[in-house]
């Protein structure tokens, strides 16, 4: 099977600006689309689609690009149970309570059936959207450190040391992701 | 070969085109008009009747005018709940069919009557057979409906080559004047019974879809729904100073001029703030005479137009956006001619909206265009749509697994491997849904299918199994045969296709006792809520009520002992107008809540 750098031209690196990733997409989305082709086949497409998807976020990126890179060991992320990193633990902690009472409070606001009834929950509404904020600006900022780091090893890639240093952001990268992830999505559901 | 034609088939009203000379051209009926009204009549004896001459009948004949067939499109029983002049059948949760002149039809067989309408119409206007189209359907339509919406052309005699989402369609109508732009859109698409909001981004020929979000189930025609309740209102009153039956209202040919009425006035206040909504001998001698202000309809809107707020936000979000990152909000659909809409996108967006495109041709101006793309009229655009549901499967536990998130470019593949739970499983069941709940079974289910397994040790077995969403956004699943490789479609059988005399059966057992049912249940939520509302009520006086004046405390104070009286009495009805009632006259306590919120203070 083709490499998906390879499918959009790009060079197999674990840093890649986010405006580059996605020109080549649709570049290569513009020549192969069905209707661009005229013949109706998917299969090219659904191929640079998902090599788009899997290059776009850092996390998925760095686990294709390390599996890739070691063949023979399989995708380490998958073989080896994911731990939170031991610095983390604590915001880890945190992140689950702030979840827990979101949703705890949601479970409340849902069963208002009146627009009083929401109205007598706004005070509370804004304080929690506040935390979420407050966290939420706190992961955005680990995250852009994270970012940092890349760009570092990318500037050794390939190296073992790169490898080693990867896997460990490859970790981080996807906690951050998914905590960042949930966390958006407490917000929306909070101000809507 | 056939030229392919691009058709709107919308709620209220339905439109088609064609390229000519590299631009998209709408086509007239015979009666001169671009617009066919989505309605068809059955008469008595001879053939249906379709479009502006079917409008004229509904008033007339309203069990045999069926209209706004798209609302239940696709859809099962007790999942659509606008009130029709037509009659509905089916036991909750099989398909919906609409009964007239004592006959079942599914909605994709009305809706394929007006498709195949416009399909001659536009056969007399090329002087060529027509076999091809590009049909639209809301972008929030999930496989069902669209699958229906595809059956009812079909059924009209055309190959579909292509279902578009509406919001794409009319963001391609618009950026093709802007090709050499990179620009950034929201298109606000508010129809007769739909809403989408979705997020592009125009990249020279590339039309890439961000984002979209949506509510099959809210339109203009919520809003005629809502006005026809106040001049029910008003015909109750003229009723009893006359002298006349109470109940009026509920008489399907009262209700139907009513309705004609409401959608005349609702249109005049777009551009007038006062009207006058007159039904001459509406009952017997007796006329009904009513001014409308603009502000009394808005009242009305409001919080049926605000839930397109929580939409607006969620693709927001869904496209990793601000409302600021935006170049264009752009409006479409009939119902964005009200100026409360309009206000409200600017409220919510921070940016005047762009009227620039006609809100009834857009989409199909843009559905002419795709059909153009395809035949290769129109060179260098491409449309990259996303699916709008997330996409799974049932896993033990009745949890939901995603396989394919909401937003995902289309044309898409994701595989899946399953395995045999124990020693010797021969099948495997396996649900498959749509929708953003954890929870499989808050979730729309699209069907089930079984896998078959060699027979092997626990794990031993496996199955892929590709699940691929093509460019109209309609599922497919394929399994690979592990030893050969060889892959085959999977047939789901469909909830909603269920046999016609299974159907029929079905009906038998349900269609009597469902009046009481609903009466009952109607008072349980009634009462549920009333129980909510009146401590909530005494709360909020107690928090802000210093603000009020003595007169906004009296009405308050009486509108409780009006939701507790009607308790005490049982009366369904009158509890929800209580209710309502409460609801009103509390709004500006809810709203120095929600400021109070606002400025930090606390409260509870």
């Known amino acids: ?192 | 070969m056939s030229p392919i034609v691009g058709i709107d088939l919308g709620t209220t009203n339905s439109l088609i085109g064609v390229m000519e000379a590299g631009f998209p051209i709408l086509l007239a009926g015979s009666d001169g008009e671009r617009l066919t009204p989505s309605v068809v009549h059955f008469p008595a004896q001879g053939d249906p009747v379709v479009g502006h001459a079917a409008l004229r009948m509904r008033v007339l004949e309203p069990a045999a005018t069926v209209y706004s067939a798209k609302r239940f499109i696709g859809r099962r029983v007790g999942e659509e709940t606008a009130p029709t002049g037509f009659a509905l059948t089916g036991a909750e949760g099989t398909p919906v069919r609409f009964e007239v002149r004592g006959k079942p039809y599914p909605p994709e067989a009305i809706s394929a009557k007006v498709l195949a309408k416009l399909r001659a119409d536009a056969e007399r206007a090329l002087q060529c057979e027509v076999t091809r189209a590009v049909i639209t359907v809301p972008a929030y339509f999930n496989d069902a409906q669209r699958n229906a919406t595809k059956a009812a052309g079909e059924l009209a005699g055309f190959t579909v080559e292509r279902i578009v989402n509406e919001p794409t369609a009319a963001a391609l109508a618009y950026g093709l004047n802007h090709l050499r732009d990179h620009a950034r859109v929201a298109v606000f698409d508010l129809g007769g019974g739909t809403f989408d909001i979705s997020i592009l981004e125009l990249h020279g020929g590339v039309f890439q879809v961000l984002a979209t979000h949506g509510d099959t189930r809210l339109g203009g025609d919520d809003v005629d729904e809502a006005l026809v309740g106040l001049l029910s209102e008003k015909l109750e009153a003229l009723a009893q100073t006359h002298g006349h039956e109470p109940g009026q209202s509920s008489q399907p040919a009262l209700r139907a001029r009513l309705r004609e009425a409401a959608v005349d006035a609702k249109h005049r206040l777009s551009s007038e703030t006062v009207c006058s909504v007159e039904l001459p001998f509406l009952l017997g001698n007796d006329s009904l005479v009513y001014r409308l202000e603009r502000s009394e309809l808005e009242r009305l809107a409001r919080p049926i137009l605000e839930r397109t707020r929580a939409h607006c936000i969620r693709v927001l979000a869904d496209a990793r956006l601000s409302a600021a990152d935006l170049d264009e909000v752009i409006l479409v659909g009939g119902a964005t001619r009200m100026p409360l809409v309009r206000a409200m996108v600017e409220g919510i967006f921070g940016r005047t909206p762009n009227i620039s495109q006609n809100p009834d041709e857009a989409v199909a101006l843009g559905a002419t265009l795709q059909a153009g793309i395809l035949s290769g009229a129109v060179q260098n655009v491409v449309l990259l749509d996303v699916t709008p549901l997330s996409l799974g499967i049932e896993t033990c536990g009745g949890v939901m697994n995603v396989i394919i998130p909401r937003n995902s470019t289309i044309p898409i593949k994701a595989g899946e491997m399953f395995t045999n739970a124990v020693a010797g499983q021969r099948v495997m069941r396996i649900s498959v849904l749509q929708g953003e709940r954890e929870m499989a079974r808050d979730n729309w289910r699209l069907g089930e299918f079984e896998l078959e397994f060699e027979a092997a040790p626990k794990g031993k077995a496996r199955v892929g199994v590709q699940f691929e969403i093509d460019a109209n956004g309609i599922l497919q699943v394929l399994a690979r045969d592990t030893g050969t490789g060889s892959q085959k479609v999977v047939e789901m059988a469909s909830a909603v296709d269920v046999s016609d005399e299974a159907v029929e059966k079905m009906l038998e057992d349900s269609l009597e006792h469902a009046f009481e049912d609903v009466n009952a249940r109607v008072f349980t939520e009634a009462k549920l809520k009333a129980e909510e509302l009146l401590p909530a009520v005494r709360n909020a006086l107690a928090l802000v009520g210093d603000a009020l004046d003595e007169a906004e405390k009296a009405l308050i104070t009486q509108r409780v002992s009006e939701v507790e009286q009607a308790v005490r009495d049982g009366a369904s009805q009158a509890l929800q107008r209580a209710n309502r009632a409460l609801d009103d006259a509390t709004q500006r306590l809810a709203t120095l809540l929600v400021e109070r919120a606002m400025q930090g203070g606390k409260t509870g």
């Open chain 1, 1 to 192: 099977m083709e490499n998906y750098f390879e499918m959009l031209g790009l060079a197999s690196r674990p840093w890649m600006e986010p405006e580059d990733i996605k020109k080549a997409f649709l570049r290569a989305a513009a020549l192969c689309h069905p209707d661009a082709k005229r013949n109706g086949e998917n299969g090219q497409f659904t191929q640079i689609n998902l090599a788009y998807t899997t290059l776009r976020e850092p996390a998925a990126r760095l686990r294709y690009l390390l599996a890739h890179n070691r063949p023979e060991e399989g995708d380490p992320a998958a073989a080896s149970p994911e731990r939170i990193p031991a610095r983390w633990v604590d915001l880890f902690m945190e992140i689950a309570a702030q979840q827990q009472q979101v949703t705890s409070f949601l479970k409340k606001k849902e069963l208002a059936r009146s627009a009083l009834a929401v109205a007598l929950l706004s005070g509370e509404s804004a304080e929690m959207r506040r935390a979420c904020g407050v966290l939420a600006a706190r992961l955005d900022e680990m995250w852009a450190d994270c970012l940092e780091r890349l760009r570092e090893w990318d500037r050794a890639w390939p190296g073992d040391a790169a490898v080693a240093g990867l896997e460990v952001l490859q970790r981080e990268f996807n906690y951050l992701g998914r905590w960042r992830e949930q966390l958006r999505e407490a917000l929306v559901l909070l101000t809507v």
